[in-house]
């Protein structure tokens, strides 16, 4: 039999984060090794456990949740997420502009091909969550990176996304707060990338499933709410907030111009009801999720986990020489640089690989993350302070390594 191939539309697709260093470390594992694994914004396995309300409201739901639901998603659950828009002063969204999701990821690979013809473009930021990028890709689009920038604390650079607008480009994805690097925008950034939406009659894409894991004096605006005449489809699900990423479940809502859109509206319908609906269970756990005890609060405010691992494993890192990183605001991670002259990495994935198998820890290179150049990771701050302290000086051990090969 011929070899048979994956399809063309796959060719430039890339998710490092469970890439072929992920694939090495399983391997690693079966032979009996312990890896310290800070690759994956995934709280569970961390001793995240979700609230213990939401299992107990899946549980008891199980048995009316044996049947499809409407594509779109339960009722309860999209009235819950409806009020919670308003909470963060959306205007104007009703039962009709939410889908519920498998998580946010299968919506915004929807959000996607609903949208996009061949060569369409769609800013996206570098570095980014890699799912943006693949997602654009495989709808047949071409992501076109805007730089944040470093020097101002990751902000995105209002300029260098104007200069990259075509007569191709269709929207603009915003990832509030951000991952791989922890920023939360102010709210002169927000303004900004509105203007230019408005300007180039863009769509506005906004990630923001981490909006409530917020550190110090941080405070985050939802985009939507600053832009009622431009359509914006915000995105957020449990898996983060509600540390029930396993759970699959996510939502997004159009606002704004949304009478200009009622053709992709359709078109996203369609992708819905291809796959009939959600997971049913886990949209259950919506309503009491959204409603009941926010016990985030407690894991980021001062003495909770979050917070203090995010704290120690900042601090850790910046005292290994050549190794600078801004303080995140939000989020679950950390985005170092490792400064070029000291280091000079040619290849960042052949550097986490040899970091995987001398020290047994697991990073994600930041070229994984769609960063131009081989000098950043990005450090999961989920795993105990003991287990991120032993990672981050491991890491610095490795470093001093290669400084000195
Ligand atoms: N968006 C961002 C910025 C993320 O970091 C992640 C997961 O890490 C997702 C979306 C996907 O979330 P979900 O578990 O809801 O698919």
């Not at 943006?132 to 604390?153: C, F, M, N, P, R």
């Amino acid at each position: 039999m011929q070899d048979i191939q994956k399809s063309s539309k796959l060719l430039n697709v890339c998710y490092e984060i469970r890439g072929p260093v992920l694939h090495e470390a399983r391997r690693l594992e079966e032979e009996g090794q312990r890896i310290l694994k800070l690759n994956i914004g995934n709280p569970a396995p961390f001793g995240f456990d979700a609230p213990e309300e939401i299992i107990q409201d899946m549980i008891l739901n199980l048995p009316s949740a044996q049947g499809y639901c409407d594509a779109k998603g339960l009722f309860s659950a999209r009235k819950a997420v409806m009020q919670y828009t308003q909470q963060r002063g959306i205007a104007d969204v009703t039962i009709d502009d939410i889908f519920i999701g498998n998580g946010v990821s299968e919506l915004i690979v929807m959000s996607m091909q609903g949208l996009l013809n061949n060569g369409d473009e769609i800013l996206v930021p570098a570095p980014d969550y890699p799912l943006w990028t693949a997602a654009v890709t495989l709808s047949g689009g071409s992501a076109v990176h805007y730089i944040k920038d470093e020097q101002s604390d990751w902000y995105p650079d209002l300029e260098d996304m104007r200069s990259k607008i075509t007569s191709k480009t269709r929207g603009i994805v915003v990832i509030n707060p951000n991952n791989p690097t922890g920023a939360v925008y102010p709210r002169e950034i927000l303004e900004g990338i509105v203007e230019l939406a408005r300007e180039f009659n863009l769509i506005l894409f906004a990630d923001e499933i981490y909006d409530k894991i917020l550190y110090d004096d941080a405070e985050h605006i939802a985009l939507a709410s600053m832009a009622p005449d431009v359509l914006c489809i915000t995105f957020n699900g449990l898996s983060k907030s509600w540390r029930a990423a396993g759970f699959r479940s996510g939502w997004m809502v159009m606002s704004g111009a949304k009478d200009a859109a009622r053709d992709y509206h359709d078109g996203l319908q369609m992708l819905a009801s291809m796959r009939l609906c959600a997971n049913v269970p886990a949209q259950h756990a919506i309503q009491t999720a959204l409603g009941g005890y926010q016990s985030i609060n407690d894991l980021v405010l001062p003495g909770g986990r979050l917070k203090e691992q995010r704290d120690v494993a900042w601090e850790k890192l910046v005292e290994i020489p050549g190794v600078s990183c801004v303080k995140p605001k939000g989020a679950l991670y950390l985005f170092p640089k490792l400064d070029p002259k000291m280091y000079p990495i040619e290849d960042d994935e052949q550097m986490v690989m040899d970091l995987l198998k001398q020290e047994k820890i697991l990073l994600v290179q930041g070229t994984g993350f769609n960063w131009p150049t081989h000098d950043h990771v990005r450090i999961v701050t989920l795993p105990r302070v003991d287990e991120l302290s032993e990672a981050i000086e491991k890491f610095g051990r490795f470093l001093d390594r290669l400084h000195r090969r």
